[in-house]
């Protein structure tokens, strides 16, 4: 890639600006094959997955494989587009959708290499492979390398859930096989123009015919890849409410409505599916997001999906999938531009330590100074902790696949808690990070000849989609936190002493182990604080400060996460002589949780603080106060 | 402005969509003039600045005509052009940079209206009007309206005062009216390849010839409006080393470096200053930031400024001003975000209070809900609580200036220890707040048919440019908490306890005044903890946090102006009386002043933690433990 802004025959000393203009542009790593391979096999002993008949067929060579396969498809397929889809959105022309062309191939790779059915059972055309394999290593190694050209196949895959698990085999045996190869596109297709977030208002209507299906008419905004030239076919899963239904959530329904329905004869015929425009948007340009209208000529055809007025619990199937997914889309941009900086960092030199000013001395690299240690160790920490929570959420995920009665409840418990934090942290803080990113690199930084200005536009829409940060606090507080008598609550507080149990027992981790456990007390008291304020009737008050509730919530996790990070690192170095490069790499562990609980957990005594306030500020702040 | 992105012919219900693609982007507030009159008046009392001889000329009448031109101006020149100078940005042809046309006219109308040189003496064709009126005002709703388009005149009053306060009366004669009529342009010329935020490494020559000027020779890159076609020349003020000056910052000289230098008979010669190239930058997209090369051909000449080798303070003059307009554009940027989401807030139904969930009820506009309050009045904080801070330097600046003796140097040392402070605290917590704008329009925040995008694309660059935040960090640490033997930082204590003390008085403030004084106490504790390891020698661990240590200052500099606006609200409030639209606006701020308690300063308390900590973890983390 030709980088230089400068004219090449300028003489010297001119030709200089060459360098910097140029050199730092090469960053080529986006994620450490060494992390993952920790937290599959040295934090979340992945293995320990074959002894279950769900995974017999597998072996450690397999998960190896993958992760092989997945960085080659990373590096060689996603990567170098990166920064082409971004240059080359989406176009809509003549009510028709062109995305890069690239696109085709990547959805057929993904379909021919199996990834999108990987963790699906052998049943449904699948792989079984365990989620941590099947679906954590490949999404982050490919959102990682290019977050817009990840979704595609992402998105099929997340249909074809809901379609395998819900629908009869005659639709599985239609629409499944297609699907998995990559030839025709999922969507999910929940928003609408009048509800936004509030799913209880949506109006697009269905009308049970006489056949097997429904007659849909209305219309979705804000739909991912809901229509494109790269798959012959869009199979949307839809929310409608079916006529004489319910009023609110209770009268929502699911169908499967796809943009080209099967004919008679197995021929592809229009469903009245129409594109009815694209947004253009300030990153995750690659990604086409559509308006859509179903049956503006009245011959749209819709299939319920299971039962009547249960659409909403069926999507959530899918949802909460999507919202990991979007934790681990942010997290993996996050990865990218820590590495991007980090390279910029290592090689930019620029100023002196501060303990030798002499201006005749050399320039050191800028990573000699302590300000941009500090900033990369935020990254570090950020991304890293990150993946390692969705880890933790996927091996609950693979446990409560294998588990059964209460058990396979109580990882299901710990899962659907753990959701809206593992959604939002790496969202949220991917924001930072990435802005620090950014900010190593200084002007070079704001440039678009440097990657780090579309990190920071790519992640920006996490906090956003499937459902944006104040609706995961609300979730987490006013659904999680209650559920089943708050028992996913006390899961989890038992599932993080376990790992403060674990350090207390090594000399360097107990201060930590020390730190969230007072924490952790903090947490229950502030928990208890908001649930008697819900017990005394006042849902505003109670849920007025559920974005910081689930801020300080994250901050926790993420500090358990690291301490668990530093306890298997440390085990590691005590057992011994290592080759550098793991010395490296488990030192580099103790010194980002050093930095988690000496910069970010003291985030959550001002969090604290005001949870403990509860003055109702923003209850009682009135509109008209705005004025002016 | 057609921005709905659906074909027009579309039936009902498709055509509803149409009004939620464009309703809301009609936003036109962009600033507050209530508020600017507020600071001016009745926070820091600018008729009492019309007892001074500078200003004696001048009226109550005058400094609301400056109002109000000015806010004719942001509607009707600078705020049309907001979107279309972003999405045309300059282009770089043939060695030559085309800008935006609207430049050439704001250029002029900036210099025919007196706005250029409206702070500067009248025997150098200023208007003598205060700082807080001629620099404020216009700069706070120019930037506010298209911060793009408002830095051209900015940049070349900073090169003009720098003209005007140490050039000889020939030089200022040849250039300061054509740049005081906006004819040409003024720029600053610090950065260089090789050396960026590290000015000592500056390399540019500059060799005495026989005539009264220096052969230049060297680069820079990073320039703002470093060339355009909008303007007739463009007069570079350029830090240079003199052939044989000392190594280091003390060989620095300032020049005078003109594109095009005046020939004998008045006319125009080309100087050998060529332009490079341009940037693409995220934001900021309609101002120019090119790459110079002086004296290619060996024929660029520049008039030393002031005496040989004290350049960097010359610059300093400039640059004190730089940075407090960067903390201003920051401040306006995100005022125009934050109208725009409240103007979006108070429009868009979406959801029910949650103490009626009947889903057949009407949707209430978002405002409505306390997690979107408390992101508007987040802005609010940030907003009003920054342009508050920019007024008390200006405050200090107009002081200044009047004052003569000690006096005079204490209202200089108050100015520049806060200068760091009000150059970041906008620039760091504007990012956030313009991010939280975007939150509160949900998808269409992150869709280019809305301007929340644009906006924070746009503030992004303030903590970079005149200074990352971890050199102003440094700067407020090192060098203004211990010039004059801490005498700053004393002054300031005394300047806060002063509002402190008035608050006192006040029951429904003396909470504040109570957290007030505490968060002194402890900033005075961090601060007597990190003066205490430089005095042990070790300037590393000094300065590890010394970014951490500027964020602290800033939350309590910016608590500190809220409880003063609330003091003035307050007190207008108990005078009785008013008509509803000041009711609201006084009550505003003092809902704001409890938001900014409640919410903003207990942030410190983390921030305390770390900077007591200086476990020097940044300090003596390794590069390598970042491999991997």
Same mark, same amino acid.
């Given at each position: 890639?030709?980088?230089?802004?400068?004219?090449?025959?300028? !003489?010297?000393?001119?030709?200089?600006?060459? +360098?910097?203009?140029?050199?730092?542009?090469?960053?080529?790593?986006?994620?450490?094959?060494?992390?993952?391979?920790?937290?599959?096999? =040295?934090?979340?002993?992945?293995?320990?997955?074959?002894?279950?008949?769900?995974?017999?067929?597998?072996?450690?060579?397999?998960?190896?494989?993958?992760?092989?396969?997945?960085?080659?498809?990373? $590096?060689?397929?996603?990567?170098?587009?990166?920064?082409?889809?971004?240059?080359? !959105? !989406?176009?809509?022309?003549?009510?028709?959708?062109?995305?890069?062309?690239?696109?085709?191939?990547?959805?057929?790779?993904?379909?021919?290499?199996?990834?999108?059915?990987?963790? +699906?059972?052998?049943?449904?055309?699948?792989?079984?492979?365990?989620?941590?394999?099947?679906?954590?290593?490949?999404?982050?190694?490919?959102?990682?390398?290019?977050?817009?050209?990840?979704?595609?196949?992402?998105?099929?895959?997340?249909?074809?859930?809901?379609?395998?698990?819900?629908?009869?085999? =005659?639709?599985?045996?239609?629409?499944?096989?297609?699907?998995?190869?990559?030839?025709?596109?999922?969507?999910?297709?929940?928003?609408?123009?009048?509800?936004?977030?509030?799913?209880?208002?949506?109006?697009?209507?269905?009308?049970?015919?006489?056949?097997?299906?429904?007659?849909?008419?209305?219309?979705?905004? +804000?739909?991912?890849?809901?229509?494109?030239?790269?798959?012959?076919?869009?199979?949307?899963? %839809?929310?409608?409410?079916?006529?004489?239904?319910?009023?609110?959530?209770?009268?929502?329904?699911?169908?499967?409505?796809?943009?080209?329905?099967?004919?008679?004869?197995?021929?592809?015929?229009?469903?009245?599916?129409?594109? %009815?425009?694209?947004?253009?948007?300030?990153?995750?340009?690659?990604?086409?997001?559509?308006?859509?209208?179903?049956?503006?000529?009245?011959?749209?055809?819709?299939?319920?999906?299971?039962?009547?007025?249960?659409?909403?619990?069926?999507?959530?199937?899918?949802?909460?999938?999507?919202?990991?997914?979007?934790?681990?889309?942010?997290?993996?941009?996050?990865?990218?531009?820590?590495? %991007?900086?980090?390279?910029?960092?290592?090689?930019?030199?620029?100023?002196?330590?501060?303990?030798?000013?002499?201006?005749?001395?050399?320039?050191?690299?800028?990573?000699?100074?302590?300000?941009?240690?500090?900033?990369?160790?935020?990254?570090?920490?950020?991304?890293?902790?990150?993946?390692?929570?969705?880890?933790?959420?996927?091996?609950?995920?693979?446990?409560?696949?294998?588990?059964?009665?209460?058990?396979?409840?109580?990882?299901?418990?710990?899962? =659907?808690?753990?959701?809206?934090?593992?959604?939002?942290?790496?969202? =949220?803080?991917?924001?930072?990070?990435?802005?620090?990113?950014?900010?190593?690199?200084?002007?070079?930084?704001?440039?678009?000849?440097?990657?780090?200005?579309?990190?920071?536009?790519?992640?920006?829409?996490?906090?956003?989609?499937?459902?944006?940060?104040?609706?995961?606090?609300?979730?987490?507080?006013?659904? $999680?936190?209650?559920?089943?008598?708050?028992?996913?609550?006390?899961?989890?507080?038992?599932?993080?002493?376990?790992?403060?149990?674990?350090?207390?027992?090594?000399?360097?981790?107990?201060?930590?182990?020390?730190?969230?456990?007072?924490?952790?007390?903090?947490?229950?008291?502030?928990?208890?604080?908001?649930?008697?304020?819900?017990?005394?009737? @006042?849902?505003?008050?109670?849920?007025? @400060?559920?974005?910081?509730?689930?801020?300080?919530?994250?901050?926790? %996790?993420?500090?358990?996460?690291?301490?668990?990070?530093?306890?298997?690192?440390? $085990?590691?170095?005590?057992?011994?002589?290592? !080759?550098?490069?793991?010395?490296?790499?488990?030192?580099?562990?103790?010194?980002?949780?050093?930095?988690?609980?000496?910069?970010?957990?003291? $985030?959550?005594?001002?969090?604290?603080?005001?949870?403990?306030?509860?003055?109702?500020?923003?209850?009682?702040?009135?509109?008209?106060? +705005?004025?002016?």
């Amino acid at each position: 890639m030709e980088l230089c802004i400068l004219c090449p025959e300028l !003489p010297y000393p001119f030709r200089h600006i060459h +360098f910097y203009e140029r050199g730092y542009t090469m960053a080529e790593k986006f994620i450490s094959e060494r992390n993952l391979t920790f937290l599959l096999y =040295e934090m979340f002993d992945v293995e320990s997955l074959l002894s279950y008949p769900r995974y017999a067929d597998h072996s450690r060579e397999v998960f190896d494989m993958v992760m092989d396969t997945a960085m080659k498809m990373g $590096k060689d397929l996603f990567k170098p587009v990166f920064s082409e889809m971004d240059k080359n !959105p !989406p176009e809509y022309v003549d009510g028709k959708v062109k995305v890069h062309p690239i696109v085709r191939t990547i959805m057929q790779e993904c379909g021919s290499g199996g990834w999108i059915g990987a963790t +699906f059972d052998y049943e449904h055309g699948g792989q079984q492979l365990p989620e941590m394999v099947g679906m954590m290593i490949p999404t982050a190694i490919f959102a990682a390398a290019n977050y817009s050209a990840s979704i595609y196949h992402g998105l099929t895959t997340g249909a074809a859930l809901l379609i395998a698990s819900f629908c009869p085999k =005659e639709i599985k045996d239609l629409y499944l096989p297609k699907m998995m190869a990559g030839q025709w596109q999922g969507t999910m297709a929940l928003t609408e123009p009048q509800a936004g977030s509030s799913l209880t208002d949506i109006t697009t209507t269905a009308e049970l015919t006489e056949e097997s299906y429904y007659r849909i008419r209305g219309q979705k905004i +804000f739909i991912s890849a809901g229509d494109h030239d790269c798959a012959e076919n869009i199979i949307h899963l %839809a929310l409608a409410r079916i006529k004489g239904a319910p009023a609110g959530i209770k009268g929502i329904s699911l169908f499967l409505i796809p943009k080209m329905r099967i004919g008679s004869g197995g021929e592809l015929v229009f469903n009245d599916v129409n594109c %009815a425009g694209i947004y253009h948007k300030l990153g995750y340009r690659g990604g086409p997001i559509t308006q859509l209208a179903f049956g503006e000529s009245g011959d749209c055809r819709g299939w319920l999906v299971g039962e009547a007025n249960r659409g909403l619990s069926y999507m959530f199937l899918m949802m909460n999938g999507a919202r990991i997914d979007v934790g681990l889309g942010a997290a993996s941009i996050s990865s990218a531009a820590y590495y %991007a900086s980090l390279e910029y960092a290592k090689e930019r030199p620029q100023g002196r330590r501060l303990s030798s000013k002499d201006p005749l001395s050399p320039q050191v690299p800028i990573i000699e100074h302590p300000d941009i240690r500090r900033m990369l160790l935020f990254q570090k920490a950020v991304v890293e902790g990150s993946l390692s929570l969705l880890m933790q959420c996927s091996y609950y995920h693979d446990m409560e696949k294998v588990s059964e009665g209460e058990q396979k409840e109580d990882y299901n418990l710990l899962l =659907e808690l753990l959701t809206p934090v593992a959604k939002t942290y790496p969202s =949220e803080m991917g924001i930072l990070a990435c802005s620090q990113g950014l900010q190593i690199l200084g002007g070079y930084g704001y440039c678009d000849e440097f990657p780090l200005e579309q990190y920071y536009r790519d992640v920006r829409i996490h906090p956003i989609h499937e459902g944006t940060t104040g609706i995961q606090g609300m979730d987490l507080l006013s659904r $999680k936190m209650t559920m089943k008598k708050g028992r996913a609550g006390l899961l989890y507080l038992a599932e993080v002493r376990k790992t403060i149990q674990a350090a207390q027992t090594d000399g360097g981790l107990k201060p930590f182990a020390h730190d969230l456990e007072k924490a952790l007390s903090q947490l229950e008291g502030v928990t208890a604080h908001l649930i008697g304020i819900a017990m005394k009737g @006042d849902p505003e008050l109670f849920l007025a @400060d559920a974005t910081l509730y689930l801020e300080l919530f994250g901050i926790i %996790a993420i500090a358990w996460q690291w301490l668990l990070q530093a306890v298997t690192a440390n $085990k590691a170095l005590k057992k011994g002589s290592h !080759p550098s490069g793991d010395m490296n790499f488990y030192t580099g562990k103790i010194y980002a949780c050093r930095y988690f609980y000496g910069y970010e957990l003291p $985030k959550i005594e001002g969090l604290i603080k005001r949870l403990m306030n509860s003055d109702g500020l923003t209850v009682e702040m009135k509109n008209e106060y +705005f004025e002016e």
